[in-house]
């Protein structure tokens, strides 16, 4: 169950009303740059979170792989992401799936940030960061060794 507020007014520049805005992660935790989380909605009872992401000019997230599952809508912004071995531009409203074991990494454009919704399980593993054999592996493809950020 959620004990969030039934109404909660959005306010200018992608914030909400009663949400914070967070550090991504554990500062040292993991590599990443210029990146604030938001938790829009947690309910143990929808078994989900709704998260909002917004990545800064040139700033990326960290680059991972886990069994959980991420469902991706572009909201503000550009960029690129890295889902398995495909990388692509990605703009407000498209939609990005991240299945089970997908090395992903988000990329926000050099001249603007990225924003995005991400929904995630409440109960989930932790994100595995790529050792040197999966570093090995990914950049056997030029592009995406040109895309990684580690
Ligand atoms: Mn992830």
């Not at 495909?86 to 409203?93: G, K, Q």
């Amino acid at each position: 169950m959620s004990d969030a507020p039934h109404f909660r007014k959005a306010a200018p520049g992608f914030r909400w009303q009663g949400v914070n805005v967070l550090e991504y992660k554990p500062e040292g935790s993991a590599p990443f740059r210029n990146i604030t989380r938001q938790l829009l909605f947690g309910s143990t009872d929808l078994a989900c979170e709704l998260r909002y992401f917004e990545i800064a000019p040139g700033g990326h997230s960290t680059l991972e792989c886990h069994e959980h599952e991420h469902a991706v809508m572009i909201l503000n912004g550009s960029g690129a992401c890295l889902v398995g071995r495909e990388l692509r531009s990605v703009s407000a409203h498209d939609l990005v799936a991240i299945p089970a074991h997908a090395w992903h990494q988000f990329r926000a454009s050099e001249g603007g940030p990225l924003g995005f919704l991400c929904m995630v399980n409440v109960d989930r593993d932790r994100p595995r960061l790529p050792d040197a054999s999966d570093l090995e592996s990914l950049r056997s493809n030029p592009v995406i060794a040109a895309f990684i950020r580690t």
